[in-house]
């Protein structure tokens, strides 16, 4: 189980095909307004998961729409439950990371976590660990100094 926020480092997006970072962004955006209402602390969190570098000038467009207009959440987690595990985990983390952000978990942020784990093949356990690992974070104030998209840091091998 995960229970300090050293296991915590910067989730590489670069590798991600354009329309799979456009989901990536657009399901944070999803989560935050989950609740119908993005709260300012969410959307700085979410702002701080940005990364627009290799954007075409088109996909930047989009991102900053979705700001404004979220996608369905849904439609955001299916193009992304065939990526790589490391980018599934580093979604689930990262959404649970926006949820926290304002210290509570709303009826329809619950629903969207509970969906993202369903889609992105995800067990019970392995979210679990992920969100002790965002909560332990934030409590400690780690999560303030974190280049986010947060993902797990893999220990290295002995």
């Given amino acids: 189980m995960i229970t300090t926020p050293d296991t915590l480092g910067t989730l590489d997006l670069s590798g991600l095909p354009e329309p799979q970072r456009l989901c990536f962004y657009g ?20 702002e701080e998961n940005l990364d627009l570098g290799g954007l075409s000038p088109e996909a930047r467009k ?4 979705q700001a404004i207009q979220p996608p ?3 439609r955001c987690l299916l193009q992304l439950k065939d990526a790589p595990e490391e980018i599934r985990r580093g979604l689930m983390l990262n959404l649970i990371d926006v949820v926290l952000a304002d210290d509570t978990i709303e009826p329809g ?6 969906q993202a784990r369903q889609i992105l093949g995800l067990s019970h356990d392995d979210v679990a660990a992920l969100h ?4 332990v ?4 104030g780690a999560s303030k100094g974190l280049r ?3 993902g797990l840091v ?4 002995a």
């Fill in 154 to 157: 893999r220990p290295a091998e």
């Fill in 109 to 114: 942020e619950h629903v969207g976590l509970h």
């Fill in 62 to 65: 989009q991102v900053l729409s």
């Fill in 148 to 150: 986010r998209p947060i």
């Fill in 27 to 46: 399901a944070l955006f999803a989560m935050a307004a989950a609740d119908r209402a993005i709260d300012p602390v969410e959307a700085d969190r979410v």
């Fill in 72 to 74: 369905p959440l849904e």
């Fill in 137 to 140: 974070a934030q409590q400690t």
């Fill in 132 to 135: 002790e690992a965002a909560y």
